[in-house]
């Protein structure tokens, strides 16, 4: 199974302020990774997928990069609207899928 | 655009089978050009994935569950089915149906990011 890490588990940042996630995986992924941003009551929605591919409608604060085994999702500048849990996800191995813990974005 | 709606009981007892269904709309649940899975989220935890299935029928389940789960689809009335057996009080969770493209090329599948999803449903499982 391929593990995926991500840090940190929480993150305290105020609106306007850049957000920077991390995302490692257990072994080599290529770019076969996503970003879920999911809010309490919500279904997760899909923000980058193929490690750096804007999903659609997602704003284009967000960005995603890496590849390998490191990966990085950043929000340029917060909107209140961004405060949730984001989630990455591997599909290097279809079907046999994993989800990192998550990282919980929180308003400072 | 693809809808889906998850639904069932919301509380099941310890030592029976919780049983979910997906809607489908706006999509045939036999099209190759659709896979469809089952998430879910413990309390206070991540998300967890349970199994999948495609087109044709072909189930994939996480190995920490394969032992208690089945996943089939109903083409008769456009929906997929989840259902875990033996349940205990660690299967309390948000359960989620989800959907994402695959493509047939070549004789070769392929298969992207789950970029549907159900809103939820949360299953109690007690006494």
């Known amino acids: 199974e391929i593990v995926l890490t991500q840090s940190p588990a929480t993150l305290s940042l105020s609106p306007g302020e850049r957000a920077t996630l991390s995302c490692r995986a257990s072994?080599?992924?290529?770019?076969?990774l996503a970003w879920y941003q999911h809010k309490p009551g919500q279904a997760p929605r899909l923000l980058i997928y193929?490690?750096?591919h804007r999903a659609t409608g997602i704003p284009a604060r967000f960005s995603g990069s890496g590849s390998g085994t490191d990966f990085t999702l950043t929000i340029s500048s917060l909107e209140p609207e961004d405060f949730a849990v984001y989630y990455c996800?591997?599909?290097?191995?279809?079907?046999?899928?994993?989800f990192g813990q998550g990282t919980r974005l929180e308003i400072k | 655009q693809l809808q889906l709606q998850e639904s069932g009981p919301g509380l099941v007892k310890p030592s029976e089978t919780l049983s979910l269904t997906c809607s489908v709309s706006?999509?045939?649940?036999?099209?190759?050009?659709?896979?469809w899975g089952w998430i879910r989220q413990p309390p206070g935890k991540g998300l967890e994935w349970i199994g999948t299935?495609?087109?044709?029928?072909?189930?994939f389940y996480n190995s920490s569950l394969k032992s208690r789960v089945t996943i089939s689809l109903d083409t008769s009335t456009n929906h997929f089915s989840l259902e875990l057996k033996s349940v205990t009080a660690a299967d309390t969770a948000v359960y989620y149906c989800?959907?994402?493209?695959?493509?047939?090329?070549?004789?070769?599948?392929?298969?992207?990011?789950?970029?549907?999803w159900g809103k939820g449903t949360t299953v109690t499982v007690s006494s």
């Open positions: 989800a959907s994402g493209p695959s493509q047939q090329l070549d004789g070769q599948s392929y298969y992207y990011f789950m970029d549907v």
């Open positions: 706006d999509g045939s649940i036999s099209s190759t050009t659709y896979y």
């Open positions: 299935v495609i087109y044709s029928g072909a189930t």
């Open positions: 072994q080599s992924i290529s770019d076969y």
């Open positions: 193929d490690a750096s």
């Open positions: 996800h591997q599909r290097s191995n279809w079907p046999l899928i994993t």
